[in-house]
């Protein structure tokens, strides 16, 4: 497409605007999180920190919650999504291939568990893990995030299993391969990019969650890193803001971590598994 | 075939699931509760500035280190969820052992049979140490439900060089609310405030301050309580809407943020008096400038220096296994060098006298204790902490309608019509 | 995701093969099976029941069933329905807002502009903030004396005394709007991206061929070209804000004076801060039908244009 200078002029006019509107808010995040206490609370602040101090990260880690709900925050956000792969990959091969009855009702699971407020479903989820010892517990959380999880996982794999050519299959069936043979050596390996996808995004969804983790885990040492900064925000506005600032910064670090080693393979593959579905 | 398969199949993971979490909340089980068994006790302590957080962590430690048998374990809540928290603790089974609270806030779990009476447990010299009206702020039919440990006044800081250079000397044992707006219009110049009040949370203060006039807000108790808003009860409201807006003496922005938002305001001279609770002392020390000088006022004066006595508290659910251990166990925290040690961190003010003079003589009464624990004396219990659903009107009701009217939106007669018709919607 | 749209393609029907494929199925679902019928299917079934009870908090307290009582005390419940007014605001303005941003966003980034990494980076940075994280950043930006938004509205002389925007009556909303946008924008906008790298080129080419302007172009091939996604993201964006808690929580807690009260807040409350479960189900049953019909009305109308 031929573009002429003045559209150029405002193209780069409105890139500029978007890029400060999505990058200054964490800009400002992180060089809040380096100011000392008094410079913080100073009325006139500027956009990089006078002097580079590091108290406030020191301040917030050994606050020993803060490094508790990390491990724990990293512990339920990478069990939920090694369980929510391994049970949502049968399901969306048999939805992508089967014309069996279970798929409309599995679609319409997909539908009616995205609209139903979670307020309605956490309080007999409470009530049904609570004699299975399950509330106040770490697995507990990770099945209830599986299964919650797994609605947007299963649209994503759907997508990606259809986009697998059938052919490769039935040349294997030929071989005499089982169906279950077929999944682990054939399907599995083409997958490859959706489940990245798929597990970025379930690990994602885990780590930014906060509802049901405020219901379901009450004892302090097993709460999450989003509780654990909420927290934080103390008593009658008692905010320390040049620690939680800190905090927040290392809570978005692992996430981050994740996007630059997948950025490529994320975006490429989350574009090509939609438009492919 | 099917249905077989799939009931067989949740059956046994229902007992799978039901062993891997067999191990989540008792683990001081057996609970025949004699004391020379072993037993590990949670206590949930809301402590948040640093010094009275190690200093209740002292309290623990000193406390395990004397009693093998009775272990305690520090965990760390939060006052702002502290009772949604508890809700769902209740509701779990998963109650710590001890709960830190305050009294306005356990009402609504006293009338839901969660918490254990503690008047055969406590000892004679712990009844003893705190007056009958405190007491009274805990108690509800002869029973007892907590141990009331720390009180919370709200005293005038001020900037000491701003009052010299105005001219002001507060000294005397009160200070009335018209010198309060007198001396703030003076200090009132040059796009500076006399005052900064961090009333986001206005209804705390409000019915607190209001006994200084009287207030009462609510007649009766439980269920049948009828809420009663006069002049006396708006006289605090209305004082500080003619401040800001008359007298334009108070910033209107302050109004509208949290208690330690104002402080920043309060450092750089932006306002010459803040008002607070007066814990915020402990964060004034940590945070302020070096060089800047500060000071407490005299307790503010309407027809008396009352303000309601809305003391901390440590109860007991009554589910609980151990409570004659926890019991003991808030007995020694009751001793008047604990109660002073956590006073002195949070700048509040012990609920019985041996802890005060304590105090007193660890601080010289210098950097506005002598004010701070004088202020102790004139707390007393308002009808308000005995109305069950008085969370749910000062949320729902008292909040919205007095931030409006702060932000002068609505007028006075107005405020006292929601106050009081609110009360009837969410008493329903 | 946009899979929900597209029907996934149709397997070949061999007829012969049809009973073993439901078993093959059946055993391929097994696994999840059981957690989903218990912790998502049973509790589903078991909260729109609760809200025709009057289960509540307390030690030994009888659950009984009442029948419409609840829903009939709702009807006169005018801060429940403030807060519904509230939480249609804004579901409605985040929704639209932020579908216009991420669209311009989204063709920004399908041209071959510089700087298109280093943007797409920042687009999918929100998304990698827990909402807590997020609810504390925008604290911190909007802080009436020490947060940067003021201190540049300030210099600019757009004002001259600092604005709460999170406390004050009339900016509060608003201000959480911006957030809300802020913090959906990744999603919005990759999956506008993926369906305007899905149109066929060769329409564009065609149109130029005819001399159509860009916008024209854009009017007359972009925006049909991305009916159904823009349908889909629409209609997911808008379930996902009118049921957001998180952000807002930790944002105002649904201060000041109630401005921003979303029903699911109010809910929240009426639940875990005054333990009237029964009363809190029956917040959550309207609001399911609420945005049952709203979606049926919405989705009615879109797909009805389409055919």
């Known amino acids: 497409m031929r573009t002429r200078p003045t559209a150029r002029v405002l193209q780069y006019v409105a890139v500029v605007c978007y890029l400060v509107f999505l990058g200054f808010p964490l800009l400002w995040l992180i060089s809040s999180s380096l100011k000392s206490p008094q410079e913080f609370a100073s009325i006139t602040p500027t956009i990089l920190p006078k002097n580079v101090d590091f108290s406030n990260y020191s301040d917030a880690l050994s606050e020993q919650g803060l490094v508790r709900g990390l491990m724990n925050s990293l512990q339920i956000s990478i069990a939920s999504t090694i369980l929510v792969l391994i049970v949502s990959l049968p399901v969306s091969y048999a939805l992508a291939r089967f014309r069996s009855r279970l798929r409309p009702i599995t679609n319409g699971w997909i539908l009616v568990s995205q609209v139903f407020p979670v307020i309605l479903i956490v309080i007999p989820l409470f009530m049904i893990l609570r004699p299975l010892h399950l509330t106040n517990t770490i697995p507990g959380v990770v099945i209830v995030y599986m299964v919650w999880s797994m609605p947007f996982a299963l649209w994503m794999l759907q997508g990606y299993v259809a986009a697998v050519p059938r052919e490769l299959e039935e040349a294997a069936s030929v071989d005499g391969a089982g169906r279950l043979r077929t999944i682990v050596s054939i399907v599995m390996p083409l997958l490859r990019p959706g489940l990245i996808a798929t597990a970025m995004f379930t690990f994602i969804s885990a780590w930014n969650e906060f509802f049901f983790a405020l219901v379901l885990l009450q004892d302090p040492d097993l709460k999450t890193l989003p509780l654990v900064l909420a927290r934080f925000v103390g008593a009658e506005g008692q905010v320390q803001f040049g620690p939680l600032a800190a905090a927040s910064v290392l809570a978005t670090v692992p996430s981050l971590v994740f996007f630059a080693f997948l950025q490529r393979r994320l975006t490429s593959g989350l574009l090509s598994g939609a438009v492919k579905g | ?428 | 995701m946009t899979a929900t749209v597209t029907a996934p393609p149709e397997a070949p029907i061999r007829k012969t093969g049809r009973p073993k494929q439901n078993r093959e199925a059946i055993f391929l679902f097994l696994p999840a099976l059981l957690p989903v019928l218990l912790l998502s299917v049973y509790p589903l079934i078991r909260g729109i029941a609760l809200g025709f009870t009057d289960a509540r908090a307390g030690l030994r307290v009888d659950t009984n069933f009442i029948g419409f009582g609840n829903f009939s005390r709702l009807l006169h419940n005018g801060l429940f329905w403030d807060s519904f007014r509230i939480g249609i605001i804004w579901t409605l303005s985040v929704t639209i807002l932020q579908f216009v941003a991420a669209l311009g966003l989204a063709l920004l980034l399908n041209t071959n502009i510089k700087f298109r990494g280093v943007a797409r980076t920042l687009a999918l940075i929100p998304w990698a903030m827990p909402p807590v994280v997020v609810a504390i950043m925008w604290r911190l930006l909007l802080h009436p004396t020490n947060g940067p938004v003021n201190e540049i509205l300030q210099k600019l002389h757009l004002t001259d005394h600092p604005i709460n925007f999170l406390g004050d009556f009339s900016t509060a909303l608003p201000a959480v709007i911006v957030v809300g946008i802020w913090v959906g924008m990744p999603m919005t906008t990759v999956t506008l991206l993926a369906g305007l790298q899905g149109i066929d080129r060769s329409l564009y080419e065609a149109a130029a061929v005819d001399g159509a302007s860009a916008w024209s172009q854009f009017w007359n091939i972009t925006l049909p070209q991305l009916r159904t996604v823009i349908v889909a993201i629409t209609s997911l964006d808008m379930i996902w804000n009118f049921n957001s808690f998180g952000l807002v929580y930790v944002l105002t807690a649904g201060g000041p004076g109630g401005k921003t009260m979303l029903p699911m807040l109010f809910a929240y409350n009426e639940a875990f801060r005054y333990g009237n479960f029964g009363m809190a189900a029956a917040m959550g049953d309207v609001m399911v039908v609420i945005i049952i019909l709203f979606l049926a009305f919405y989705l009615r109308n879109r797909l009805r244009s389409e055919a």
């Open chain 2, 1 to 428: 075939m099917k249905k077989v398969m799939t009931a067989l199949l949740a059956a046994s993971a229902l007992v799978t699931l039901a062993a891997c979490g067999g191990n989540s909340d008792d683990n001081g089980s057996g609970g025949s509760g004699s004391s020379t068994e072993k037993v590990t006790l949670k206590f949930q302590s809301l402590a948040f500035q640093k010094t009275t957080v190690a200093a209740t962590k002292k309290i623990v430690a000193d406390w395990n280190a004397a009693n093998p048998n009775i272990q305690v374990e520090y965990v760390q809540g939060s006052w702002d969820s502290v009772h949604d928290q508890l809700v769902t603790q209740f509701q779990g089974g998963t109650a710590p052992d001890i709960i830190h609270d305050e009294s306005a806030d356990i009402t609504g779990f006293i009338n839901q049979g969660y918490l254990a009476d503690l008047s055969p447990y406590l000892s004679q010299e712990t009844k003893d140490a705190v007056s009958q009206g405190v007491w009274d702020t805990v108690s509800s039919d002869g029973k007892v439900y907590a141990a009331p440990t720390l009180l919370q006044s709200y005293v005038v800081f001020a900037n000491t060089a701003l009052l010299k250079q105005a001219g002001i000397t507060a000294t005397g044992d009160s200070l009335s609310w018209d010198d309060l707006a007198a001396d703030a219009k003076k200090l009132t110049a040059n796009g500076k405030y006399g005052l900064g009040w961090g009333l986001k949370s206005p209804t705390a203060t409000v019915l607190n301050l209001g006994m200084n006039f009287d207030g009462q807000f609510f007649e009766g108790s439980g269920r049948d309580a009828k809420a009663k808003i006069g002049d006396a009860e708006l006289a605090v409201p209305k004082r500080i809407h003619d401040m800001a807006y008359t007298d334009k003496s108070i910033d209107p922005t302050s109004l509208t943020q949290s208690g330690s938002d104002v402080l920043p305001g309060f450092y750089a001279g932006k306002y010459a008096m803040v008002v607070g609770g007066n814990y915020a002392a402990q964060q004034i020390l940590e945070e302020a400038p070096k060089g800047f000088q500060w000071e407490v006022l005299p307790p503010l004066k309407g027809t008396s220096s009352k303000q309601a006595a809305n003391p901390q508290t440590l109860s007991v659910p009554a589910e609980g296994k151990h409570i004659e251990q926890a019991a003991k166990f808030i007995d020694y925290y009751m001793k008047a060098e604990n109660l002073a040690a956590v006073g002195q961190g949070d700048w509040l003010i012990p609920t019985t006298q041996a802890a005060r003079d304590a105090i007193l003589k660890a601080t010289g009464g210098k950097n506005g204790w002598q004010q701070t624990l004088v202020s102790g004396n004139e707390l007393t219990k308002a009808p308000f902490q005995s109305v069950e659903n008085y969370p749910k009107w000062k949320d729902q009701i008292a909040t919205p309608a007095l931030q409006e009217y702060l932000a002068n939106k609505t007028d006075l007669a107005t405020l006292g019509k929601k106050l009081n018709d609110g009360w009837g919607q969410v008493n329903s």
